[in-house]
């Protein structure tokens, strides 16, 4: 089965591009450690498999197809940290993709990523304890994330709040590393735009009922609720939040920019309900990545993570590209600076635009990918900051209110401190 | 080659770890007949304390005492012994399943501490700022990990042998007197209260033995590591092995955590590409189908407890019955 796919993917490389069909005949593999068996983890992993297929479409990487080893990590720390290591050590990858959870991206990094010399470029690990391990130099550089959004998030939040006038806004946040961390930068940023934050309360995965919760929220009687929650629990929430009088007037973290929160909630309560993401930059390849995903699955790319996990894989494999071959995966890391270069020629996500980079990159230049998340930046501690966009739901969709420049968005959350 | 080797030491590590956790919950229901269903509260006891007292001082949580790492052990072993104290005390009166879920309540209790008390755990996040000791000598390669597998081996050498001769031992029979037929061990002048939160309280510190060798390993530790899936796995990995047996115990987390994990990596090597997206399902399917099969087959386990006559003079190795439970 596997070989008749190895025969296919390689016939499939010779049909389309027959002048690199010499360079066909290796593999390289990239681990993935990521929550497959978990709802909203398979879609991730689907869309970095979806980057890697395009890749290899464009004749692979670094002279050789790329084969995606993929691995469940059951949210599991342990089960995690021994996908990781098996990954490592079994089948030799040299860059990891993953994990989601921080609770399990942290100890994969501590104990087989760092030691083991391997770059791991995780989509969705948002806790700001990473950036405190990369700014005391525990991370080596190998450490990546293209989540920008908890600060940036928090940050628009904020500036929705002002711009539409709400003076009181409560908040209810997923509690987890994500949602404590986004709870505790509302607090001060919606404090420094001029918003009181009424309350704080945190929703725990899976109750069957959050009245309490969405009680102790009310009582505080605020203009506006921010949701920093997931889209099972935000549409139970924020059913009992209108159910009990709540206002409509809501503030979306970007996780729940998804087709389920709209159905289940009802587009008739969404009306004055915006939400805050990382945006693409305005040019004509921005939409690359989404014209992609519509014609592959059907749907527009909305779900937590999805385009994240795009950018993380679709960089790694620049990275791999711009690293030549057999590079060590403190090279790859070392590469990534080359493919997210703000003086870059820039490329788009997806084929063509992987093509173009591989012909820049060959005459020894750099590029500036422009993925799914935005014109994605790293900072020296791994972390990214992008362009913002507030959006509302739409019959279809989301819909684009107003586009916040990478310029306007620093300026904004200088103008917080 | 090497990879293979590394990985097996990795993996034989964690093993041994989970087994001093799964030799914890033998004493408990093995061999006293305590059904305890928070496990991971003893042994996130185990493992907060080590890290809270061994790590480096944190601005953001409670602790960083920086002490030296067999002090920080040792302390979260005491940890989780008190905790176990004071739980048992409230709770060992319940019999059975009463106590079963006293003691789960208890668990997910310490994990929502865990998760919601940020300025003593670090909340969601978790403890931070710990350095596996002995790191800047050994660096943290390959020979960091054998190393640290030989001192893990040692700690379940030293717990295996301990509970092999408190089995034996007078103590020992009077757990199984009490386990067996409380009323008649009271009416021969036993105090099987006493005697309950003893073997309690002693099964709980090997559990915090055990977590606090699984947040060095990782050197980090956080709510997600204290769900109830652990105390499940380490009740899966017992009643596989053979409650009562402690070769078996050991044995029962070794196949359990292989199957775990070799599961997940044969699905990933073997399964057709289109399947490979649910193969983390179909493992947790597979998973279910041998604990199943085992209760329904041979629900004494892999290695039944082996019943000794523990009288003095009297041969002590020589089994006089097997498989009674």
């Known amino acids: 089965m596997r070989k008749s796919f190895y025969v296919a993917a390689f016939a499939l490389g010779v049909a389309s591009l027959g002048s690199e069909a010499q360079a066909q005949d290796c593999t390289i593999k990239v681990g993935a450690a990521l929550p497959t068996s978990v709802d909203w983890g398979r879609p991730i992993a689907e869309v970095a498999q979806f980057a890697v297929d395009q890749v290899n479409d464009a004749g692979g990487a670094a002279g050789c197809q790329i084969e995606m080893v993929l691995r469940d990590t059951q949210v599991d720390p342990k089960v995690g940290v021994d996908a990781a290591k098996a990954l490592v050590d079994l089948e030799g990858v040299n860059v990891l993709l993953g994990a989601v959870s921080s609770g399990v991206s942290m100890p994969i990094l501590n104990s087989v990523t760092v030691p083991g010399g391997v770059m791991q470029m995780s ?295 | 080659m090497i990879g293979v080797i590394s990985y097996l030491v990795f993996f034989t590590t964690v093993a041994a770890i989970l087994s001093i956790a799964v030799l914890g919950l033998n004493l408990q229901w093995g061999n006293t007949g305590l059904f305890n269903g928070g496990v991971v509260a003893s042994f996130g006891a185990g493992a907060y304390g080590t890290l809270i007292l061994g790590g480096a001082p944190q601005e953001s949580h409670f602790g960083g005492f920086g002490l030296a790492y067999p002090l920080a052990l040792l302390g979260g072993m005491i940890f989780a012994g008190l905790l176990a104290w004071v739980v048992g005390v409230l ?80 103590f020992g029979r009077m757990l199984r007197a009490i386990r067996e037929d409380e009323t008649a061990a009271r009416s021969l002048g036993k105090a099987p209260d006493r005697v309950r939160l003893t073997a309690f309280v002693t099964g709980s510190v090997i559990m915090g033995l055990s977590g606090g060798l699984y947040g060095t390993f990782y050197a980090f530790i956080s709510p997600q590591d204290v769900l109830p899936i652990l105390t499940f796995q380490i009740w899966a990995m017992l009643i596989v092995g053979g409650a009562g047996n402690n070769a078996g115990a050991i044995f029962g987390t070794f196949l359990i955590w292989g199957a775990w994990t070799f599961s997940g990596w044969a699905l990933a090597r073997f399964a057709p590409i289109e399947a490979q997206l649910y193969t983390g399902s179909i ?26 006559v523990s009288q003095p003079g009297a041969n002590r190795d020589k089994p006089q019955a097997e498989g009674l439970t």
């Open chain 2, 91 to 170: 709770t060992l009166r319940l019999r059975h399943d009463y106590l079963a879920i006293a003691t789960f309540g208890v668990a997910v209790a310490f994990e929502n501490v865990a998760r919601n008390a940020i300025w003593l755990t670090g909340g969601a996040q978790g403890v931070r700022g710990f350095e596996r000791p002995l790191r800047a000598e050994l660096g943290d390669g390959f020979l960091y990990n054998l190393i640290f597998l030989v001192a893990v081996l040692i700690a379940l050498w030293l717990v295996f042998l301990f509970l092999q001769r408190l089995t034996v031992s007078p």
């Open chain 1, 123 to 417: 989509c969705c690990s948002s806790s700001t304890a990473f950036t405190k391990l990369a700014a005391d130099g525990k991370t080596n550089g190998l450490w990546y994330r293209t989540f920008a959004t908890t600060a940036v998030q928090s940050a628009m939040g904020a500036k929705v709040a002002a711009d539409q006038g709400w003076k009181t806004v409560a908040v209810l946040y997923k509690n987890d590393d994500w949602g404590q961390d986004m709870a505790r930068l509302i607090e001060a940023d919606f404090a420094a735009a001029g918003v009181t934050v009424t309350g704080s309360v945190a929703i725990n995965d899976a109750q069957p009922s959050y009245r309490a919760e969405v009680t102790d929220a009310l009582g505080g009687q605020p203009e506006a609720l921010y949701l920093a929650l997931y889209p099972t629990e935000g549409t139970s929430a924020v059913r009992e939040w209108l159910s009990l009088g709540g206002t409509q007037n809501m503030i979306l973290a970007n996780s729940l920019k998804s087709d389920e929160f709209r159905e289940n909630v009802g587009l008739q309560y969404l009306g004055n309900a915006f939400g805050t993401d990382t945006a693409s930059p305005r040019v004509e390849s921005a939409d690359a990545f989404r014209a992609a995903y519509q014609e592959r699955f059907g749907s527009e790319p909305n779900g937590p993570g999805l385009a994240n996990s795009y950018d993380a894989a679709m960089i790694t494999l620049l990275a791999m590209e711009a690293a030549g071959k057999d590079a060590s995966g403190a090279d790859i890391a070392a590469a990534v600076a080359k493919v997210t270069d703000p003086n870059g020629i820039p490329v788009s996500a997806d084929t063509a635009g992987f093509t173009a980079a591989k012909s820049v990159l060959a005459g020894g230049g750099t590029v500036m990918y422009q993925g799914a998340t935005g014109n994605v930046r790293f900072d020296a501690n791994g972390d990214v900051s992008a362009p913002a966009v507030v959006w509302s739901f739409t019959d279809e969709g989301t819909q684009e209110v107003e586009y916040v420049s990478l310029e306007d968005v620093d300026a904004f959350i200088e103008s917080l401190k």
């Open chain 2, 283 to 308: 493992q947790f399917v597979l998973i279910g189908f041998v604990i199943v099969g085992m209760l329904l087959w041979r629900p004494q386990g892999l290695f039944p407890e082996r019943l000794v």
